[in-house]
């Protein structure tokens, strides 16, 4: 199993920057699929981005794509989602997530570990 924390939401301006950060505990991180996912008011849990258990395959959501980067550092537990040129859209609450396979998945039913969730606002 797997344990996951977010962090690094908060409010910025359109077209401003933000890093979330998921911490992960418990054995075997490098061995999981991790992605970010995010729900905004009334809505659906949408896929952000996801990588893979090396790092080495990325996947992106069309409306993040180019403004959004996903990586992760096996060694410190960590995955972290660099997100630029926000835009009033971006905001939601943005969940960390993992998959007990090596592949990624674009899917929120891919995955059996969530976070708690990380606010991120965006003002205009």
């Known amino acids: 199993q797997v344990q996951l924390v977010e962090s690094g939401g908060g409010l910025v301006q359109a077209g401003g920057s933000l890093t979330l950060s998921c911490a992960a505990s418990?054995?075997?991180?490098?061995?999981?699929?991790m992605g970010w996912f995010r729900q905004a008011p009334g809505k659906e849990r949408n896929f952000v981005a996801a990588?893979?258990?090396?790092?080495?395959?990325?996947s992106y959501a069309d409306s993040v794509k180019g403004r959004f980067t996903i990586s992760r550092d096996n060694f410190k537990n960590m995955m972290y989602l660099q997100m630029n040129s926000l835009k009033p859209e971006d905001m939601a609450v943005y969940y960390c997530?993992?998959?007990?396979?090596?592949?990624?998945?674009?899917?929120?039913?891919?995955?059996?570990?969530w976070g708690q969730g990380t606010q991120v606002t965006v003002s205009s």
């Open positions: 997530a993992a998959r007990s396979q090596m592949v990624l998945g674009r899917s929120a039913q891919e995955y059996a570990y």
């Open positions: 418990g054995r075997s991180f490098g061995r999981y699929a």
């Open positions: 990588i893979s258990w090396s790092g080495g395959i990325t």
